[in-house]
């Protein structure tokens, strides 16, 4: 089973400013399958990012993904004030699926 | 647009079984191109897949480990909806679990379902 490590747990931010969001594998992801979630209080997770660095539908151009491996990174280049809010990566290059534990972007 | 609505009882009691049904518009639960995933959050467990139903050709399933013995996700595909159950459930299951869809990412959810065991 491939652990997923989101660092750091919490990142206390200002908006406009940018943010980095990162992702360690355990082992190396299969064709860099790995998704980013946003999920905010009491919704169901939303994709943001797929195989790694692909934006999904409607997801504003501010959200970018990037890496490879086992290393990946979630920029968002100026916070707005909707982006307030958890961040999960997800692998689904091998099975079990896996989530890591998610890092929390909140307002400094 | 791709939608998925959630049914099933919020309270179960321990031993008994866990039964959501996830009811999908918008796309077959046949189609070759996706799978259909129920997945749980908890504050001590986080995000945790249970797993998955596909057909591809033929149907398929599989399993998170830690769930392999308890759980079965059914297609039906009659109603197009998927289903989950889990027996014998503890208190350790109580959660909110979600329906998806997966093609590059799970790129759709049902409304959440909060489940709890408790007699």
């Known amino acids: 089973e491939i652990v997923l490590t989101q660092s750091p747990g919490t990142l206390s931010l200002s908006p406009g400013e940018r943010a980095t969001l990162s992702c360690g594998a355990s082992q190396t992801i299969v064709d860099n399958y790995l998704a980013w979630y946003q999920q905010k209080p009491g919704q169901a997770p939303r994709l943001l990012i797929y195989?790694?660095?692909s934006r999904a539908t409607g997801i504003p151009d501010r959200f970018s993904g990037s890496g490879s491996g086992t290393d990946f990174t979630l920029t968002i280049s100026r916070l707005e004030p909707e982006d307030f809010a958890v961040y999960y990566c997800?692998?689904?290059?091998?099975?079990?699926?896996?989530f890591g534990q998610g890092t929390k972007v909140e307002i400094k | 647009q791709v939608q998925l609505q959630q049914s099933g009882p919020g309270l179960v009691r321990p031993s008994q079984t866990l039964s959501l049904t996830c009811a999908i518009s918008?796309?077959?639960?046949?189609?070759?191109?996706?799978?259909w995933n129920w997945i749980r959050q908890s504050p001590s467990r986080g995000l945790e897949w249970l797993g998955r139903?596909?057909?591809?050709?033929?149907?398929?399933?599989d399993y998170a480990p830690s769930v392999k013995s308890r759980i079965t996700i059914t297609p039906d595909t009659s109603k197009n909806l998927f289903s989950l159950q889990l027996n014998s459930v503890t208190p350790e299951d109580t959660a909110m679990y979600y329906c998806?869809?997966?093609?590059?990412?799970?790129?759709?959810w049902g409304q959440g379902t909060l489940v709890t065991v408790s007699s």
């Open positions: 139903t596909y057909y591809r050709s033929k149907w398929y399933d």
């Open positions: 195989g790694a660095s």
């Open positions: 997800q692998q689904y290059g091998s099975s079990p699926r896996t």
């Open positions: 918008g796309d077959s639960v046949s189609t070759n191109s996706a799978s």
């Open positions: 998806a869809r997966a093609t590059t990412g799970m790129g759709a």
